[in-house]
């Protein structure tokens, strides 16, 4: 049998990450609900939206603290896979960051637009569709790279460390949060970011420390987040078995499938299957693009 091209594969696989992700009319959903809130939409602060513009364990509260382990003031900063763009509005806010995102979604990005302009920060923040292992950016673009929650979605794990360590400028600094295989075992989905297997690309820690250390990132720091996110989800499932599901949560971005994808993921979390980390490299002396272009790499 004729294989198929890489390209076509991975425009099909985009496709269906697109798809697993896709929930229409996002940013209407989101303003309505503000509405039966009684919230004015001419004053909707940051924090009447981060229940569900932070798409990842611990939400906001997390990404404050991420933006704490660097210099982030007045900083160009790169949200790869930034979903519907919480944080960049809040490095954008509360740092002065020129902050640019950049998402496979249409439908996230298109959000991402409007909830800018909902709290009146679009002249801080860009929003691009486009593929993270095809970042459309100038070599040495950014003082600051950001993700959080999104390589688990990416077979080329090289291409994507590698075109982020690309961008990078000499000097800046690479911020990550994220879910990394732990055990041997084989997790069941669904999970948040995968209905079914052949969307999940999980690797382990070290694997990605290998990966940016060979582009010449060094590591500064790693934290782990596994306990924090456990007590996390703990917490809100007593609040929902209480109160139901909130107003403004991540249930307007996973619907009836929350339950199911989150409990899943609090199980490998307790088993020890999956972990939570945090960190920051440094890009020192600035990445070799010619080295990375001779090693095929970009
Ligand atoms: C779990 S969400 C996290 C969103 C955001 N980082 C946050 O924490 O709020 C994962 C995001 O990765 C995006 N994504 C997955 N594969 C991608 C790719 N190849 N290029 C760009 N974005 C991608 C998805 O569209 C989705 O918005």
Not at 72 to 92: F, N, W
Not at 259 to 268: I, S, T
């Amino acid at each position: 049998m004729k294989h198929k091209p890489k390209s076509f594969r991975m425009d099909n696989l985009n496709k269906s990450i697109e798809k697993h992700y896709l929930k229409e009319g996002l940013y209407e959903d989101i303003v309505s609900r503000l509405k039966e809130q009684g919230t004015d939409l001419h004053k909707v602060k940051r924090s009447d939206i981060s229940g569900a513009d932070e798409f990842h364990v611990r939400g906001a509260v997390v990404s404050k603290e991420l933006a704490k382990s660097v210099n982030l003031y007045e900083a160009s900063v790169l949200d790869v896979g930034c979903g519907l763009g919480g944080p960049c509005r809040m490095l954008a806010d509360d740092y002065n960051c020129q902050a640019t995102g950049i998402d496979i979604s249409h439908e996230y990005i298109r959000t991402a637009k409007e909830l800018s302009k909902l709290v009146k920060l679009e002249r801080k923040t860009t929003f691009i569709q486009g593929d993270a292992t095809r970042l459309p950016f100038e070599d040495n673009s950014f003082d600051v790279i950001w993700t959080q929650h999104v390589q688990m979605n990416i077979p080329n794990k090289k291409k994507f460390y590698s075109e982020i360590s690309r961008v990078l400028k000499a000097g800046g600094y690479f911020l990550y949060y994220d879910i990394f295989k732990k055990g041997k075992e084989e997790v069941d989905y669904p999970m948040p970011w995968a209905s079914t297997s052949d969307l999940s690309f999980l690797f382990k820690e070290d694997e990605m420390d290998s990966f940016l250390t060979q582009l010449g990132l060094t590591k500064e720091q790693s934290t782990d987040q596994t306990q924090a996110g456990i007590e996390f989800f703990n917490a809100l499932v007593a609040k929902m078995k209480e109160f139901g599901p909130p107003k403004m949560g991540l249930n307007v971005l996973m619907g009836e499938t929350t339950k199911p994808k989150l409990m899943n993921l609090l199980a490998y979390l307790k088993s020890g299957g999956l972990e939570l980390k945090s960190g920051v490299y440094k890009n020192e002396t600035g990445v070799n693009i010619d080295l990375l272009k001779k090693g095929g790499l970009v």
